[in-house]
């Protein structure tokens, strides 16, 4: 299994996890990446997933609060590269929390709609 397999898998048995209904109410395209896979909602990139962790597209108002209380961090692919201004990178805490990441998640995709 390549890499991009791999890690397809794994974003897919996450969601089906947090949120299962998203696979029935939406079309969901995985894409490789840079070594990570892009997930796509209906056609619009929402979340990035890789060795990195979760990254998910969010409203300022909730980037803010994640940042303020380290529950995310500003998204970059590389070390250097740019910060993805729409995506935070989600902490462990965050992502372990069903509850919270699945909250996070039907934000996402309310910027989608």
């Known amino acids: ?12 048995e996450l969601l089906e ?3 299962p209904e998203i696979f029935d109410a939406h079309s969901l395209e995985f894409r490789p990446f840079f070594g990570a ?3 796509y909602v209906d ?8 060795k990195f ?7 300022p108002e909730t980037l803010e609060n ?3 209380t380290e529950q995310g961090a500003p998204f970059r692919y590389f070390p ?8 935070a990178l989600l902490s462990s805490a965050t992502i372990n929390s069903t509850a919270s990441f699945r909250k996070l998640i039907q ?3 309310k910027l989608l709609t």
């Open 53 to 59: 962790g979760v990254a998910l597209k969010l409203p």
């Open 107 to 109: 934000e996402s995709l």
């Open 66 to 68: 994640l940042f303020s």
């Open 17 to 19: 996890k947090i949120i």
């Open 80 to 87: 250097k590269g740019h910060v993805k201004k729409e995506y």
């Open 1 to 12: 299994m390549s890499t991009s397999e791999g890690l397809k898998k794994e974003a897919t």
């Open 43 to 50: 056609g619009a990139l929402f979340m990035s997933y890789g």
């Open 37 to 39: 896979i892009t997930v």
